[in-house]
């Protein structure tokens, strides 16, 4: 389904801006999703989204995936891998959503050799200026201070940088340090080319930041580091082995395989 696809990584978010759309914001696009059809972005795998889609036409709105962020990353990152861009899903926040907040959002980090690695907003870059966000943004080249890595966030956050009551997830009212905890472990997934659902938990990830040993925040504070930097590689593959609650199981806790 990649065959005769662009080159071009802004027309490749049109590409999928045709075919997916974000299930909380499909009034933007005039319809309601029914309620059922919220588990669509329970899709694990890039190949059980394309099954489904059958094609890549362009196509009513109502009509296309409804999946999340993560959903317009993991495809930009297939196609881009498929074309032989080295790119990878970063779990983070974004600050240009809700005015003052930093929300939890996924983008993609692609290489270039000429400016190393960058952010692209796949979901903003698909859709015309001002269906998600109001906010100024290159979503081909998003600042390092607009989206923090998940990494970057417990850094800021842990020295006091960062208002815990304005991180988080806004439309659940859901803030603070345990929210920050698990994109911390879920970005050093990604880092390991693991792109886990936004909701998957195990490990650490499902002890509560008040209630972890002093060792434990430690471990977090190694991988925070790790996340921060985008590695380097071999680093990233180091540290998720160095404790067996890090590295994500075959089988998490919603049930869902993750590996055939």
């Known amino acids: 389904m990649f065959d005769g696809l662009p080159t071009d990584v802004a027309a490749m978010a049109k590409v999928i801006g ?5 299930r909380d914001c499909t009034r933007s696009f005039g319809f309601t999703l ?4 919220r588990d ?3 899709a694990r795998y890039v190949e059980a989204i394309l099954t489904y889609l059958g094609s890549l036409d362009e196509r009513r709105p109502e009509d296309r995936f409804a999946g999340t962020c993560r959903d317009f990353t993991v495809l930009l990152c297939a196609m881009l891998r498929e074309a032989g861009v080295p ?15 930093f929300d939890d959002h996924w983008v993609v980090e692609v290489w270039t050799d000429d400016s190393g690695w960058r952010l692209i907003d796949p979901q903003i870059a698909s859709a015309p200026q001002g269906t998600y966000t109001d906010a100024e943004i290159d979503p081909l080249n998003v600042p390092r ?8 966030a417990w850094q800021e956050c842990r ?8 991180i988080g997830t806004s439309p659940a009212g859901l803030t603070g340090m345990w929210e920050v905890q698990g994109n911390v ?3 050093l997934a990604g880092l390991n080319r693991v792109e886990t659902l936004p909701w998957d938990k195990w490990g650490l990830i499902g002890v509560r930041y008040d209630l972890l040993d002093p060792a434990d925040v430690k471990l977090l504070d190694e991988v925070a580091a790790v996340s921060a930097a985008g590695g380097p590689p071999q680093r990233a593959v180091d540290v998720i082995h160095s404790d067996p609650r890090l590295p994500v199981p075959a089988l998490l806790t919603d049930g869902g395989p993750l590996v055939r």
């Open 18 to 22: 045709g075919v997916v759309v974000h």
């Open 34 to 37: 029914p309620e059922q059809r």
């Open 40 to 42: 669509e972005a329970n």
């Open 87 to 101: 790119a990878r899903a970063r779990a983070g926040f974004a600050g240009y959503f809700t005015d003052g907040f």
């Open 145 to 152: 201070d607009a989206f923090l890595v998940g990494g970057q």
């Open 159 to 166: 020295t006091g940088d960062r208002d815990l009551d304005r």
């Open 185 to 187: 472990v879920r970005d």
